[in-house]
């Protein structure tokens, strides 16, 4: 935990996930997909650990980003296309939840729980519903729900008010510090998970909450 009274949580009865790298194990279908991608355009794979670090703020950022600043709209526009069709078909081949996380989920189910990513809501909710995860929770927005994606507010915001929560009775619980953000520039708590895809940018954005394993959650929100 980073700096805040574990008592400072009895309020919180809102949760709002994010989805890769917290909930779900989707690095290697996400690697597959960007380099079928590059492949398509005749360009040779990435290493993983590169792609790993371009996760996290959407499809259209993670493929951009693939290909380099060199590369044109057309060439974006098409990579992006074929990336988004490959993995609607391979994106349960290999992602599984992480380790703790049905564990976590059926403690917390009490709770009005959402997800909120930067991945696209089709996507985000067939994976969620394959994995057998989505009754857990009562709204899932992606990165085309809103105007704007995470570390915007706007989804968060509209989370609040779909959960009739306050700031300070919702929190956020991420990988990386788009989601602590995001928590920050909503006004709510965050927590992050050490496991995850951006773990590494928790170092410079720490969270209120840092944990292990979604299991450790419950008791510090328990009353």
Known sequence: MTGTAANSFSRVHALVFDLDGTLIDSKLDL???????LGHLNRGPLEPERIYGYVGQGAPMLVRRALGPAA??????ESLAYFLSYYRAHMLDHTVTYPG????????KER??????????????????GLGIAHYFRYVYGGNSFATKKPDPEGMNVLLRDFGASPREAMIVGDSEVDVQTARNAGTWSCGVTYGLGSEGLRFDPPDLLLDSLVELAPFLAT
């Open 101 to 108: 996380v049905r564990e976590g989920l059926e403690l917390l």
């Open 31 to 37: 690697v597959l997909s960007v380099n079928a991608a």
């Open 112 to 129: 009005p729980m959402a997800v909120l990513t930067n991945k696209p809501v089709r996507f985000s909710q067939g994976i969620l519903d």
């Open 72 to 77: 044109t709209e057309r060439e974006v526009d």
